[in-house]
């Protein structure tokens, strides 16, 4: 009987005293993370990078080290910077060894290669199967900590409304990193590129933040063109440029020189619909004569007026066609119409496309539709 006395008085207290505990535990960072072993690291100073790893790892730890200074010689030089304090860079062995760090928050997936995270800016990868597959990513992740430098980017600037980096799209960051570790000839984003022309899914820059449009590849293509077109000395001042008020429009323009105007066509029914004037000021229908053109409500389908504010989905009607007429063809764009008339002198309607129809919530917000992926985004960058 005393026994049991006992553990009932014992079960009690870990009743009442648990919760402090879970407390503690969750409130410390990345203790709650399963580790399997302790890893004794050690330190190795290189020109710029102080890299961590523990001893069976040494050699490797001299290899990257050196790849490491190869990349920052690199990067430095195309993007006139040089960062203003030691590099950190964690090396672990392997996948499994990486994904128990605690230095990032949350579980890593299996998919990530390396974090450049943005609290004290550090550097953490495990070696990958082939070296160059470790050059990669580790070029990668060096990209980030050089934008996280320029831009002046952390974690606390963050949470005081000064994002820096973290501010840009996805494709902007992440195409940048795999371009300038990768090069312009990459077969797997020149794969995802030709099966996007076949198809007829070649995006425009606007609906790039799309999360059907992988940012690695699709922004890498970008990038691409762009060193291609205008010479990789551009890739630093659109970086610089980006993160002020005018966002990544505003340093096309200023730093390519550029007009930035919209384009619209739909391959079901013609391949240019609508165009934008330099004026900005939406893009005009430029089909009258040829295509129909209603607009109706996306819930209720009723018919709407095309006049300034209204926002519906546009539906078409071929007027010409002979063999193959289309009678009120749901092209899914969420559009608003911006006017009926323009500086340019042109008379036709103007419109921008908010985005698709599976894109938005079913609910609207002062007369706007707004994307799933708006009202709970995050920046990752990996």
């Known amino acids: ?153 952390s974690a606390s600037g963050a949470a005081n409304g000064s994002a820096g980096a973290l501010s840009l799209p996805l494709w902007f960051i992440e195409g940048m990193a795999e371009y300038l570790s990768l090069g312009p000839d990459d077969p797997h984003t020149a794969m995802w590129m030709r099966e996007s022309v076949r198809r007829e899914k070649l995006p425009d820059i606007d609906h790039l933040d799309n999360p059907r449009y992988f940012p690695y590849r699709y922004g890498e293509a970008l990038w691409a063109y762009i060193g291609g077109r205008y010479g990789d000395d551009m890739v630093g001042p659109l970086l610089r440029a980006a993160i002020g008020r005018e966002g990544y429009k505003g340093a096309f323009q200023r730093v390519l020189g550029v007009t930035v105007t919209e384009v619209m066509g739909i391959g079901d029914i013609a391949p240019s619909l609508f165009g934008e004037c330099p004026h900005q000021q939406g893009m005009h229908f430029c089909g009258a004569g040829h295509v129909w053109v209603e607009l109706i409500d996306p819930d209720t389908r009723a018919p709407m007026q095309i006049e300034a504010g209204a926002v519906g989905e546009m539906v078409y009607t071929t007027l010409t066609r002979e063999a193959m007429p289309i009678v009120r063809f749901l092209g899914g764009d969420i559009v608003r119409i911006e006017g009926t008339s323009c500086e340019c002198g042109r008379t036709s309607y103007r419109q921008r496309v908010l985005g698709r129809r599976e894109e938005r919530t079913t609910q609207r917000v002062d007369a706007r539709f707004v994307r799933r992926n708006s009202l709970s985004h995050q920046t990752n960058l990996t």
Not at 46 to 52: E, I, L, Q, S
Not at 54 to 82: C, D, I, Q, V
Not at 96 to 114: A, P, W
């Open 1 to 153: 009987m005393k026994r049991i006395v006992s553990a009932v008085v014992l079960a009690l207290g870990i009743l009442f005293t648990a919760p402090g505990l879970v407390d503690a535990q969750v409130g410390y960072f990345g203790q709650n993370k399963v580790q399997y072993r302790t890893f004794k690291f050690q330190v190795m100073k290189t020109a710029h990078f102080d890299v961590y790893y523990y001893p069976e790892e040494e050699n490797a730890a001299r290899m990257a080290g050196r790849m490491a200074e190869r990349w920052y010689a690199r990067f430095s030089t195309l993007l006139k910077h040089e960062l203003k304090n030691r590099q950190s860079l964690i090396l672990y062995g392997s996948g499994s060894q990486f994904r128990q760090t605690n230095v990032v928050e949350g579980d890593l997936g299996e998919g990530t290669g390396g974090v450049t995270e943005a609290y004290k800016r550090r550097i953490v990868l495990p070696f990958a199967g082939p070296i160059r597959s470790t050059d990669h990513v580790l070029g990668h992740e060096i990209v980030h900590a050089f934008q996280y430098d320029i831009t002046n980017t």
